[in-house]
């Protein structure tokens, strides 16, 4: 006698598919982006000449995004602090300035106000 397969299926692009099967993820973590592809450019533009390990690309995106996560943790303090449910563009820029060296939050706030300003203005 055949065994019975306790597997249940649905029916997907004119193909009977496995509902149990694992769907692909991508190299990075739930909820991370990856910025390789922006890395490159600016390589690219900097110094046209040279290229990068794919070791270093993947330590520099790791380095974004922890920076990241920790200016929005910040940022998240500092707005309840002052007791507003609102993230303001002010508490992102106060967490820049808390947790960067000085003169590297000041280009940062200041590139990250200007490229906001011509988003809004596009």
Same mark, same amino acid.
């Given at each position: !006698? ?6 249940? #299926?649905? *029916? ?19 909820? $991370?982006?990856? #910025?390789?592809? #922006? ?10 000449? $040279? ?8 330590? !520099? ?6 920076? *990241?996560? !920790?200016?929005?943790? /910040?940022?998240?303090?500092? !707005?309840?602090?002052?007791? $507003?449910?609102?993230?303001?563009? /002010? ?15 000041? #280009? ?10 011509? *988003?809004?203005?596009?």
């Amino acid at each position: !006698m055949a065994k019975s397969s306790n597997r249940k #299926y649905s *029916f997907f692009g004119g193909h009977l598919s496995s509902i149990s099967r694992k769907k692909s993820h991508s190299s990075t973590s739930v909820g $991370r982006r990856n #910025y390789s592809l #922006y890395i490159n450019k600016i390589l690219k533009e900097v110094v046209p000449c $040279r290229g990068i390990a794919s070791s270093t690309v993947d330590f !520099m995106n790791s380095l974004i995004n922890e920076i *990241f996560a !920790m200016i929005a943790v /910040e940022a998240r303090q500092l !707005m309840n602090y002052r007791k $507003r449910c609102t993230l303001t563009p /002010e508490d992102i820029q106060k967490a820049v300035y808390l947790l960067l060296p000085k003169k590297l939050a000041r #280009y940062a706030v200041a590139f990250g106000s200007e490229a906001v300003h011509r *988003f809004v203005h596009s």
